[in-house]
């Protein structure tokens, strides 16, 4: 089972960047990798991924402001944050695949001040 380990959560400005980091454990053949978020009161949503060849993929609500990445040999996945709007806060949720397994991290959240 994959163990994912989110940081990086925290207030900031409206306008202001944040820069989260996901940490796995327990498999190098993690295919997909990335972000999630749920808002109070809304269902979560996909933010961005990336696959282990690079491929990434983003809601367009987040394009051009938030920027999905991976480090494989440390097994780890990052999400800068720029432009952050207050429709941004939520809580992230890491995410991972390996063929046959959803894994999920306990979430960080992110609050943005207007």
């Known amino acids: 089972q994959v163990q994912l380990v989110e940081s990086g959560g925290g207030l900031v400005q409206a306008g202001g960047p944040l820069r989260l980091s996901c940490a796995a454990s327990?498999?190098?053949?993690?295919?997909?990798m990335g972000w999630y978020r749920q808002a109070p009161g809304k269902e979560r949503e996909l933010v961005a991924t990336?696959?282990?060849?690079?491929?990434?993929n983003y809601a367009d609500s987040v394009k051009g402001r938030f920027t999905i990445s991976r480090d494989n040999a440390k097994n780890t996945v990052y999400l800068q944050l720029n432009s952050l709007k207050p429709e941004d806060k939520a809580v992230y949720y890491c995410?991972?695949?390996?063929?046959?397994?959803?894994?999920w991290g306990k979430g960080t959240p992110v609050t943005v001040s207007s």
């Open positions: 327990g498999s190098s053949f993690i295919t997909v």
């Open positions: 990336i696959t282990n060849n690079g491929r990434t």
């Open positions: 995410y991972s695949y390996v063929p046959g397994m959803n894994s």
